[in-house]
Each structure stands twice: as structure tokens, then as C-alpha cells.
């Protein structure tokens, strides 16, 4: 088990640098899209669509400005 974690670890962090950005823009944009379909992100409480979460999430990492939904009274704040 020990093996397997430290070949991972290694793989990791020798991964070409282009693979570990898009990786990481990956795992931020997911990571938001569930934070953002959580109940608590919404002013109503209630959660989210994942595609809406994820589009929003996108559009916030890209810095794109595009919304699905009015930003303002949408999610919480």
C-alpha cells in the first residue's frame, strides 16, 4: 500500500508542467462547481444544478464573466 502511495506521489510531482496546470484547473473548476451546488451557495437554500454549478464555476476560473444565472441575488452572500 505504502509502495503504491509513493508512486503515485512521485508520479505526480515528475508529471510534465502542462499536465500539472491542466490538472489543477481541472480539480479547481470541479471543486467549485460542488461547492456552488451546495444549499448553503444559494440565497433560496436550495442546491444547484450541477451543469449551472459547473458552467459558473468555469465561467469564474476562466474569468470569462458569462453567468447562467444573476450572479447578484442568485448565490448567497
Do not use: K, N, Q
Not at 4 to 25: D, E, G, N
Not at 45 to 62: E, H, N, Q
Amino acid at each position: 500500500m505504502a509502495g503504491r502511495f509513493v508512486a503515485a506521489r512521485h508520479a505526480l510531482f515528475t508529471a510534465h508542467p502542462a499536465r500539472t496546470v491542466v490538472m489543477a484547473f481541472a480539480a479547481v473548476v470541479v471543486i467549485g462547481a460542488v461547492l456552488l451546488a451546495l444549499p448553503l451557495a444559494s440565497e433560496a437554500d436550495m442546491s444547484t444544478d450541477f451543469v449551472t454549478a459547473l458552467f459558473t464555476a468555469t465561467s469564474a476560473v476562466c474569468v470569462t464573466g458569462l453567468a447562467v444565472v444573476d450572479t447578484g441575488t442568485y448565490w448567497s452572500d
